[in-house]
Structure formats: structure tokens, C-alpha cells
């Protein structure tokens, strides 16, 4: 009995030690390894290409990105945490009704939670999912707001300011439908979409195709067109004024000019002109584009021949018109300042024998 307690108890207060440490080396590994954290995790929902996700809320009903969860596990490991997610893969009933709620409870599955590690709780603990079947649909692109009193129509498909000098007189959508993807219970409820306005600053004046682009959400919801879609603006130079002084010509048939003189009562006539600057100034630099003309080669001849050695009068119109083309022509408007009745009188004359020389 001697030597089996000299074995038992020699060296007593080292076993004790020894067991003292390794009762403190078990207890430290067993709370790092049971040791709960909270964390953050984003919520990422797998869909198949025929599902809109519509929403996602609470319980409470309200929206929801991610969720807090409390967790256990290693210390040393939780690095594996930074990216935690809860992923599930959404799809609609085969001959279900949509809009179609889906609840989704937050486990350990669904959060795909690294090995050794454990859910605690989760807040929200479940999550409800609106989701619905995405259909195409033709809708018309229409302008963010009505025209205002003054402005051309399609004026809210527009914004900003052209180029100095220059005005917007027409606006149109092309083309006048265009493919929207989104919510089939969404876009059964509307026949349009807004576009976004395009931009004009600085544009010069002329015809531009521009690219636009829909708003991006029809009722709070993400939609998409899936074609291209244009605004068509025409940008003029803002109009001027101007009085150009031009001799009268006559145009007169050459077939019985030869038997008669005519001679026109006004000599010269005001002409008031406006249009875009640029063609104001060509006309400024190039007065001898402008001519007024009597049109007398359009009578009949015995609307213009006297008779016997009497003189003939016959009141006839004055034509203001361009000779030759030039940038902006289409868009001037012309007008007589004087005479203020754009008319004059012609005297018609025969013309004098003239006897052969003897």
C-alpha cells in the first residue's frame, strides 16, 4: 500500500496543475467556438428570366434589403462572415395568379452559413416576397408634362436652351410605340410611358434626332424599353426684320411686245421681309437676290394692246420674289411696306412706226 500511494500522490501538485490547464484550455476553446456575433446579411434572390420581383418587405410590411442575424462560431473564422447573403431561388406557381406573395424563413439553409458555424435568431426572421411574370407590352412614349400656354407642342419632351438666336418649333416622339418590359400586372395598367426629356443646350438650328430614354419605373417598379427610341426636334433661327428698296420689272410676252410699250405707275416698292438671321443677312449682302416684278406677259393680247393710237391702263399685282436659292429662303416671309397695296397701274402704248430709210 506504500508504494502504490507513493506512485499516486508523488508529484500531486503537478497532475493538479496540469488538469487545471487543461480544464481552463477546454473551457476557452468551448466558448471561442459557441461565442455568438451579430451580423449583417444582404438579401439576394435568385429569379428565373420569366419573374419580376416586385417587392420585398418585412414583417411589419416594410422594405427590406437585408437582414441582422446573431450567430456562433469560431472567432478565428468569422472573416467567412463579410459576405453573408440570403439566397433562394424565386419562382411563380405554374397555374398560380399574380401578383404571387412567396414567404421566405430565415434559416441557416437559406444564409448558407460557413461550416462550424451556427443561427442564433435573425431579424427579420421571415421576409415576404411580391413577385409577378414579365411580359412585354406597347406603350407610347409621352412628354413629362403638358405644353404650356405659348410653346409648341411636344415642347415637355425638351429641356434646356438652343444655341442664342434660335427657337424650337416642332417636337414628335419616334416611333410612336415602343416595347416596355416589365410587371405583367403593372403594364396592364397603363397605355404610356414618360420619357425622359432630351437635351438641347447650345443646339444649333436644324432637324436633330436625339436618343431618349423612358423613365425607368412604372408605379414604383423597374421597367425597361427594349428598342430605340428617338425625339425629333426642329430648332429655327429666331426671325428678323428687314426693308429692302428693289425696282419694279415688267415680264412682258415676247410674241406682241414688239407692237406695244408698257409702263408701270410705281417705279419702286418697300419690300418687308423676315426670316431667320442668317438669311436677313445673305439678302443684306446680296440685295440683287430680292426682285418685284408685274407680270404683264400673262394678259391676254387684247388685255394689253391698244387699240388704234389710244393708251390702255390696266391694274395689275406686284410679285416680290427671290432670284436664285439661299440658306433659310423656305422659312422667310415677305410683305410690301409701300406701295401698302401691292399694286400698280400699267399704261400700255403701241409702239411708234418706224419708217424704213429711204
Not at 426670316?275 to 436677313?280: N, Q
Not at 443677312?281 to 387684247?302: F, G, N, Q
Request: hydrophobic share 40%; with cysteine.
Amino acid at each position: 500500500m506504500k508504494i502504490i500511494g507513493a506512485l499516486l500522490f508523488s508529484d500531486f501538485k503537478n497532475r493538479l496543475l496540469a488538469l487545471a490547464l487543461a480544464i481552463v484550455t477546454w473551457v476557452s476553446v468551448y466558448r471561442e467556438s459557441t461565442e455568438q456575433v451579430t451580423t449583417t446579411a444582404r438579401i439576394d434572390l435568385q429569379r428565373s428570366a420569366d419573374v419580376e420581383i416586385l417587392s420585398i418587405e418585412d414583417e411589419s410590411g416594410a422594405p427590406c434589403s437585408s437582414i441582422e442575424v446573431v450567430v456562433n462560431g469560431p472567432r478565428g473564422e468569422r472573416a467567412q462572415l463579410r459576405d453573408l447573403k440570403l439566397s433562394r431561388v424565386i419562382n411563380v406557381p405554374p397555374a398560380g395568379e399574380t401578383p404571387f406573395t412567396a414567404a421566405v424563413d430565415v434559416t441557416d439553409e437559406v444564409l448558407n452559413l460557413p461550416q462550424k458555424f451556427r443561427l442564433v435568431s435573425a431579424k427579420p426572421a421571415h421576409i415576404r416576397v411580391k413577385v409577378d411574370i414579365r411580359e412585354r407590352r406597347l406603350l407610347r412614349p409621352v412628354a413629362a408634362r403638358e405644353s404650356r400656354p405659348g410653346e409648341v407642342e411636344g415642347a415637355g419632351l425638351v429641356e434646356g436652351k438652343p444655341a442664342e438666336g434660335v427657337r424650337i418649333v416642332a417636337a414628335t416622339v419616334s416611333p410612336y410605340l415602343i416595347l416596355v418590359q416589365g410587371p405583367k400586372s403593372v403594364l396592364s395598367r397603363h397605355g404610356s410611358v414618360v420619357l425622359v426629356p432630351v437635351k438641347i443646350d447650345g443646339l444649333p438650328a436644324g432637324h436633330h434626332e436625339l436618343a431618349a430614354e423612358i423613365v425607368g419605373s412604372l408605379d414604383g417598379v423597374a421597367v425597361s424599353m427594349t428598342g430605340p427610341l428617338l425625339v425629333k426636334v426642329d430648332l429655327r433661327e429666331e426671325p428678323q426684320e428687314a426693308v429692302f428698296t428693289a425696282k419694279i420689272n415688267l415680264v412682258q410676252g415676247e410674241d406682241y411686245s414688239k407692237e406695244f410699250l408698257a409702263e408701270s405707275a410705281v417705279k419702286e416698292a418697300e419690300v418687308r421681309v423676315r426670316g431667320p438671321a442668317s438669311a436677313i443677312t445673305e439678302l443684306k449682302a446680296r440685295p440683287e437676290l430680292l426682285i418685284v416684278v408685274v407680270d404683264v406677259a400673262a394678259m391676254r393680247p387684247e388685255e394689253c394692246q391698244p387699240i388704234d393710237e389710244k393708251e390702255l391702263i390696266a391694274t395689275r399685282p406686284l410679285v416680290a420674289q427671290f432670284r436664285g436659292k439661299f440658306p433659310g429662303m423656305e422659312d422667310v416671309e415677305i410683305s410690301f411696306r409701300k406701295p401698302e397695296k401691292p399694286e400698280t397701274v400699267v399704261t400700255f402704248r403701241r409702239r411708234p412706226k418706224v419708217e424704213p430709210p429711204k
